[in-house]
């Protein structure tokens, strides 16, 4: 008996120390994962911190800061002045017409940057969006407080590819991490059923510990329409542009691929390389964006802010952001080149996209409106057909949704045997309708106490996008009685009353801004509808890929801040450091929430 006995207590000992062990293995590799998360997230706020505010750090100012001042010079300087406007005007003839977007939105005012010297002259009171708002100066020094100046950091601007490609790679990793180390949590979301003979192809693992984190929540729908196209009514609300491009592509490659890898597995390895080439590409965009408005000599502020956003999960993950915060910005780059029917195209394609890219139209409008009214066209003998003529296009480019939902009609409006849906008997859109009654969305219908996490996770980009834009609106609508004088004019025109003279007697306002108006309404809107309509925790997704402007409003917002706390003239940047915080924690933490599956969405 003792030696059974002994050698079962041997045994219990043995695998006591192979119990140890094994916690031990498991928590060093706890240890050693946590230290590199650690490591990896201080690089990334040195690197967002010392790129991103550079001011913040202890270096001289005014040795990053050179202001050229047209008044403070005499007409000696007149030699001076004329070769920067020459640079000026050659800048712009490179990048395109010189009666275009930029003309109406910044309303005639001169950018000259040579030799880190930026000037900015005959500044037009009603600026809208590029109005500078400096609130740093030193009296007797190189700041003034007259508005006629703007202080933003120049030279030493970073590799715009290269930082986009940096932050999508970093944002893998977390995922990657987040996938096979704390799996994926249970919810309640629709769940895509995957073709048959899917995980048996030996390539399919690898897929699945690499990018599976990426096909959360509404990444399920998308992957089901390019799988299996639209089999139920109320996958309806996901438009079909995305997943049916990536739908192509995957099964181009699948052709070759077929026994190596699955189709599910073959479209999200194409999204992921797909929503990366967009968000640079896009990223590059916004980089010309930010120059063209006049508004950043140095637009690396603008491309940090882009590249770390709080929503960056979803520009990388099955979802439509990177493509349709692309296509916007295509189209707003358009109207700056004077091209507005190109730009037509490129908002039609967005209504593919979202069905918020009817607002898209808008920036079209505007500047149409923009062109009627200016100096030049209203000496046009028509300006009522032309008007006309400009919206029936338009309504022509808006084709492409409205065939989507007569889509919708033809395929689902048969199959109904008993209560035939509202959309059916013409009574509603059928996206309306679908997000009526499968998500619930309507006005104050997501005003519930167990939201209120929701409300606070949006908090952050409502006010922010509210208070930059609302702070440009109140100017422009303060000029309301220019508009009334066009209105007048515009009217007397059109009803054929042949008194032109009697037209000129009323003020033409020239620098009326309608471009910068519908860029502030746009963004008041934006916020406004997200926090009445729609499920609010959407709110910083949507906005942050279809206003490409907030970025340049809150890196102007901030780099003023900045200026004066250098300065010393407000104790602290709160505002600076409170967008940064929320950046770096809406970058990592929601990753690893949408990764596992946690309710970010």
Sequence with gaps: MQPKDGKTFHSSRQQADINKKTVASNLTELVGTTITLLSLFQRFVNFTVGIFCPLLLKTDLDNNYKVYHPTLYSSDDEDEEDRLNSL??????????VRNFHDFHSSSAALQIQDGVLSLKKLARSWGLTQIDLRAYEQGGDFYDDGDIMTLPVGGTISVTRIA?????LLLGIEILTNNFLGKHNNDGFRFVPEKGYGEKWLDPVVNATLRGFANWDGQYFLHIAVKGYTTENILAFFPLFPMMISFASQLFHVILGSYISLSSLVLIVSWIFNATLFTKSANLLHDLAQVSGTFPDPTPVILLFCFNPASIFFSSLYTESLFMYLTLKELMSLYYGKPYKALMWASLSTLCRSNGILNFGFVAAYFLQEAWTTTNRERRNPFFWLITKALICLIFLAPFLAFQVYALLKFCNEWDGEVPLYCRYEILPYSYIQNKYW??????????????????AAPVLYLQFNTNWKSFVP???????????????ILLLINIKCFQMAKLFVYPTNVNLCGLYIAVHGVFLAVFCFVFIHVQVSTRLIL????????????????EIVAFRRGIISWPIRSTFTQLWCVLYFVFGTIAFSAGLPWT
């Design 165 to 169: 490609l940096f932050s999508r790679f």
């Design 88 to 97: 000026h005007r050659k800048s712009f003839a490179d990048r395109g017409s």
């Design 440 to 457: 619930n969305v309507g006005p104050f219908k997501y005003f519930e106490f167990k939201q209120i996490p929701n409300f606070i996770l």
């Design 476 to 490: 422009l609508v303060s000029q309301m009685d220019k508009y009334l004088c066009n209105g007048i004019y515009i």
């Design 545 to 560: 890929s279809a206003f490409p402007y907030f970025y340049l409003n809150i890196a102007k917002s901030c780099g003023n």
